[in-house]
C-alpha cells in the first residue's frame, strides 16, 4: 500500500477517473479528502471510514479552505492533491461567447490555480513533506482538436502553470506533474460510441486499439502520490494507447 499514512485531497470523485483515483487511493491507504460537485453524486461513492466528502464547486475558495482546516484540526497532514474536476467544452470557434470561454476556464483552470494557492499557504514555508502536486490534463491541450479550442486552451495553461510550479517551489518539497489521458471510459463514452463512424476513426488512431479504462489513469497518478515518485517533478506525461505518437 504505497499511500499508507497518507492524506490526499482529490477533486471530482463523483465519476469517471476522479471516481477511480479516489477508490485506488483508498485501495492503497491513504485518508482521502473527496470533493464533489453535487449530493446526487454520492450516490455512487461506497461508504469509507478513510474518506471525508465535502460537496461544493471548486470555485468556492471558502470551501477549499475548509478542507484544509478540517485536516489541520484532525492532524491529517495532506500530502498530495489531484486537481482531477473539469468540464468538457465543445462548440465551434466563432460562436464561442466571453461568458463560455470565462465559465471553461473558472473550472478548468483558475480554481485550480486557486486551489494550488491555498494548499502552499496550508504547507507553509517551512514544510518538512514531500508533497505532491498531480494536475489532470488531456492529449486535446497536447493537439488540439476541432470545436474544442477553448477546451485545449485551459489544458495547455495548465501545463504551463505545472511546469512553472514545479520549478519555482521544488525547495519546499512540492513537486507537481500534469497527466493527460487520452479517450477513456468515462460518462461520455457510451453516447460517444453511438457515433459508430467518429468511434471507428477514434480507434484507428490509438495504437493499442482500444479506449482506456479510468485505473489505467488511477495507478498513475496514485504512483505520482506516493515516495516512489519523488525525482518526478514538472513532467507532462499522456496515457493515451500511443494516441500522440501514431
Known amino acids: 500500500m504505497i499511500l499508507k499514512n ?17 477508490e ?7 485518508f482521502v479528502y473527496g470533493l464533489t460537485r453535487t449530493r ?10 478513510n474518506l471525508k466528502i ?31 474536476a473539469g468540464i468538457r467544452f465543445r462548440k465551434p470557434f466563432l460562436k464561442i461567447t466571453k461568458k463560455d470561454l470565462n465559465n471553461v476556464f473558472n473550472n478548468n483552470f483558475f480554481s485550480i490555480f486557486q486551489i494550488i494557492q491555498e494548499y502552499i499557504r496550508y504547507l507553509g514555508k517551512n514544510n518538512k513533506n514531500f508533497c505532491s ?47 493527460n489521458p487520452g479517450f477513456v ?4 463514452y457510451e ?16 495504437p493499442a486499439n482500444k479506449w482506456g479504462e479510468p485505473e489505467d489513469i488511477s495507478e498513475f497518478i496514485v504512483f505520482l502520490l506516493s515516495d516512489k515518485s519523488k525525482y518526478f517533478n514538472g513532467e ?8 500522440l505518437s501514431s
Open 133 to 179: 502536486i498531480v494536475n489532470v490534463g488531456s492529449i486535446v491541450g497536447k493537439i488540439g482538436f476541432s470545436e474544442l479550442s477553448a477546451y485545449a486552451s485551459t489544458k495547455s495553461a495548465l501545463t504551463g502553470l505545472t511546469k512553472s510550479l514545479s520549478k519555482e517551489f521544488a525547495h519546499n518539497k512540492i513537486r507537481l506533474n500534469i497527466v
Open 24 to 30: 485506488t487511493s483508498l485501495k492503497n491507504g491513504a
Open 54 to 84: 465535502f460537496i461544493g464547486d471548486v470555485n468556492n475558495v471558502n470551501l477549499i479552505k475548509r478542507v484544509f482546516l478540517d485536516a489541520k484540526k484532525n492532524k491529517k497532514k495532506i500530502t498530495g492533491i489531484v486537481n482531477n
Open 6 to 22: 497518507k492524506t490526499i485531497f482529490i477533486t471530482g470523485i463523483g465519476k469517471g477517473i476522479g471516481k477511480a483515483i479516489c
Open 191 to 206: 453516447k460517444f460510441k453511438k457515433n459508430k463512424k467518429l468511434y471507428k476513426w477514434t480507434l484507428s488512431r490509438i
Open 40 to 49: 446526487k453524486d454520492l450516490d455512487a461513492i461506497e461508504k469509507n471510514l
Open 185 to 188: 471510459k468515462t460518462s461520455y
Open 236 to 243: 507532462d506525461i499522456s496515457i493515451d494507447g500511443g494516441w
